[in-house]
């Protein structure tokens, strides 16, 4: 009877100094952070099928092709698994391979652009829709675990919840930031407020 009391007021103490809310928050990142490797490799799915369509019709651009295939092995050859949000170096070796994927699929886009058989391609279409509705979902996926970290670290430094973080071992997580992660889109800017243009004026 003793030792369930103490058990119960353990239990009372720790959900008083943020332990439930730290557990919560830890299990909201490992779920955000999930969707954001399902994101990306969904977008690596779609890079070699992209690059056959691509190499179809512009054989010598294998500068290009090449970029974009080695990023993929790059990328692929990472072990992107839920733990690596406890490695800040891992992490950042991450998140620029994705960045540098980025980069490479950008180049190979603009080069299809100078193809206008390739640009009219009914696959290279699917295949470029898919990489536009990808490229978004990575954003919110990537904003969500944004906000999930954000509200997890303020636990883990806030007073008196840093200390049952230091008790248990509760370390902040790392980020996307803006220096390190540029495909972090920005809504457009809108002026509702500007006057209409009429006539091409």
Known sequence: MFKQLIVLLMMTVLSGCGYNTLQSSDEDIKATWAEVLNQYQRRADLVPNLVNVVKGYATHEKDVLTEVTEARAKVGAMQATPELV????????????????????????????????????GLFRDLQAQLEGTENRITVARNRYIAAV????????????????????????????????QAIAQPPKVDFGAPAKVGGQ
Not at 93 to 120: C, D, G, H, W
Not at 154 to 176: C, D, E, H, W, Y
Request: proline fraction near 4%; charged fraction near 20%; aromatic fraction near 12%.
């Open 86 to 121: 406890n490695d800040e170096q891992a992490f950042q070796k991450f998140i620029a391979a994705q960045r540098q994927m980025t980069s490479a699929i950008s180049r190979l886009l603009a080069v299809a652009e100078n193809y206008p058989q390739l640009k009219a391609d």
């Open 150 to 181: 954000k509200e997890y670290n303020i636990t883990v430094r806030s007073f008196p919840s840093n200390l049952t973080a230091m008790m248990f071992g509760f370390q902040t997580k790392p980020s996307f930031t803006v220096e390190n992660e």
